[in-house]
């Protein structure tokens, strides 16, 4: 039996891919390299000593799909392949909601054809309204979202709820993640992001390296310990290793179920950039600028829920963070490509 990973080329979907065949699954990949290289395959093979079946398909063409689960035997998916840049959703939202909608309805009929109805579903905290207390729980309330690509997560997650009510045999996993940071431990596989990164780590580590001349914080008058912005940051290895736990609890459970993927701790933006300064030994200018719109102050997870029924909690520390994707973005300073 194999684990289907759909997005299994990119940044969270690589690690998952070498923490499932670590913990001895069989892995089947699927990627259409809209937003990740071939070669993070390739790296992901090498760091796990072994090879495994791998297809450039696109998730909405459902006669791909047909050919994989006709191939290969498989009992669980993880949901990975999707577009994550907020503010290209602003600028194209059909396409965000073309591709995010679509994949995730091809995929759930694939499976209902094929009988495999458990599915871990990329969601994000994105989903949680803004006006919420922290720290956010499973309960805290959703919707309100500031842009396409969370109402994608939203809309996402009301189609697997409502899948997963059609017939008892459904086993629906959301997880909604928080800030995803780090790299494998190797320096070989990372946050490769295809053009000029939105989101903070990467736009460090780019800095770090020279590839960008300054960081601009946005907005240094948020009522927080030093008026930068406040996020919950995960290291991606937590976060594959949490998909196991996923896994795990869905043989045994139907239903739908959500559990936010955080570290329960809030770090500001300077915090971060003292962080990685201290693990790679450059400094990092940059600039106070002004808000970003649809930022909120704060934003954190409440992790209980997943550690009392997943058994699951990040362990490696904001610093442990910093040094691996210093380690990936010197070793790797164009990412998986040689040259921009
Ligand atoms: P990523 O862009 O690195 O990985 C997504 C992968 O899916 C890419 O390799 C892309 O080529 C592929 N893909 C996209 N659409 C596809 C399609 N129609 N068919 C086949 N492949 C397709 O992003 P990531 O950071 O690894 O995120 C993985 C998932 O987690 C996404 O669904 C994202 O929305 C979600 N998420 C990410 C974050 C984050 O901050 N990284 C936070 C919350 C949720
Ligand atoms: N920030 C800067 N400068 C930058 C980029 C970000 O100061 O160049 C700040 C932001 O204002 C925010 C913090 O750094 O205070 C984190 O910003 P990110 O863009 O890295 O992350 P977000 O919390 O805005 O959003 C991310 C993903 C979303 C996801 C969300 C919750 O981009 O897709 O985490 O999981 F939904």
Known sequence: MAVLVTGGAGYIGSHTCLELIAQGYNVVA?????????????????????????YEIDVRD??????????HDTDCIIHFAGLKAVGESVKVPLMYYNNNLLS?????????KYNVKRLIFSSSATVYNGANEMPLTEKSLTGGCTNPYGWTKFMCEQI??????SEQDWSIILLRYFNPIGAHISGMIGEDPSDTPNNLMPYISQTAIGRLKCLSVYGGDYPTNDGTGV???????DLAKGHVSAIKYSTAHTGTE?????????????????????????KIPYEIAGRRPGDIAVCYASAEKAAEILNWRAEKSIAEACADTWRWQSLNPYGFKNKL
């Open 258 to 282: 959500v559990f936010n993927l955080g570290s329960g701790v809030g770090t500001s933006v300077l915090g971060l950039i003292t962080a990685f300064e201290t693990a790679s030994g450059v």
């Open 104 to 112: 995730t309805i091809a995929l759930c009929s694939a499976m209902k």
């Open 231 to 237: 996020r919950d940051y995960i290291h991606v290895d």
């Open 160 to 165: 697997l709820r409502d899948t997963a009510q």
């Open 62 to 71: 459902e006669s791909a799909l047909d050919e994989i689960f006709k191939n």
């Open 30 to 54: 699927v990627d259409n390299f809209c937003n990740s290289q071939p070669e993070s395959i390739t790296r992901v093979k090498e760091l796990a000593g072994k090879s495994f079946p791998f």
